[in-house]
């Protein structure tokens, strides 16, 4: 595995954290009208964005490339700072944070299952999941701040793809060759199962942001499409930067 690539991922990262401590959090003081559909809805989110992600950052300490290791503690950073995001949110509409919710529980013992193969398969889920979730509620919701949060969060969730792509191509390629399909089977099962249990638990807040559960679970199969491609291609093909079915 190429330690570069990751170092250039380290930079884009640091890069990354230097812009958000030189932006101005979004006024909190003005509220968020929210119905209680999207609130439930961002309650259980805020929960999933919330983890310390010891168990990925140990296995990438494993995987013996100390950038890598670095950039995934970014990354582990980045999503926490989502979670602190959504809580202000909350607050600002005036609701309660959830302690924790069943459906991470679950969603966090899948992914320690295995190595880091399928740690990282179970969070691309998340991660793809997660940029049709936000598009979603940035696109369909009228509150201001709620919109603004959201596109913050939103960009954040589309840069992580490449990134956890560009592992996994190395991970595919370290199976046997007749084993890949099968993987790319995996990913493409994990992916539809993770969406389909989003668009069932999380349909009265697509509602509320006028769009539909098969809506939503055609757009995240559109992009788990364009990821396996980028996984079946292998390491000698350089995953791209931005997923433009994410766009």
Request: proline share 4%; net charge positive; no cysteine.
């Amino acid at each position: 595995m190429s330690e570069s690539e990751f170092t250039s991922w380290v930079a884009e990262f640091e890069a990354e954290k230097t812009r958000r401590a030189r932006t101005a959090d979004p006024d909190w003081s003005r509220g968020a009208g929210m119905s209680a559909e999207i609130a439930r809805s961002l309650q259980k989110f805020q929960v999933g964005e919330n983890g310390d992600g010891a168990n990925l950052r140990a296995k990438a300490d494993r995987a013996g490339d100390a950038a890598y290791s670095a950039a995934v503690r970014l990354f582990i950073d980045e999503e926490r700072n989502h979670a602190r995001l959504l809580a202000e949110l909350l607050d600002a509409a005036g609701h309660p944070l959830l302690n924790g919710h069943w459906s991470d529980k679950i969603f966090v013992r899948v992914r320690r299952l295995l190595g880091l193969r399928t740690e990282l398969m179970v969070l691309m889920v998340a991660e793809l999941v997660a940029v049709e979730y936000y598009r979603s509620v940035r696109d369909g919701f009228a509150d201001p701040l709620t919109r603004e949060v959201t596109d913050r969060i939103l960009r954040d969730e589309r840069r992580h793809i490449p990134f956890h792509v560009l592992r996994l191509q190395r991970s595919f390629a370290e199976l046997p060759a007749a084993a890949r399909p099968f993987m790319n089977l995996i990913w493409l099962l994990l992916t539809s199962a993770g969406a389909l249990f989003v668009a069932i638990d999380h349909g009265p807040a697509l509602h509320a942001v006028r769009t539909t559960r098969t809506r939503f679970l055609l757009a995240v199969a559109r992009h788990a499409w364009h990821v396996g491609t980028q996984l079946a291609a292998g390491p000698e093909a350089r995953a791209a930067r931005r997923d433009p079915l994410a766009e």
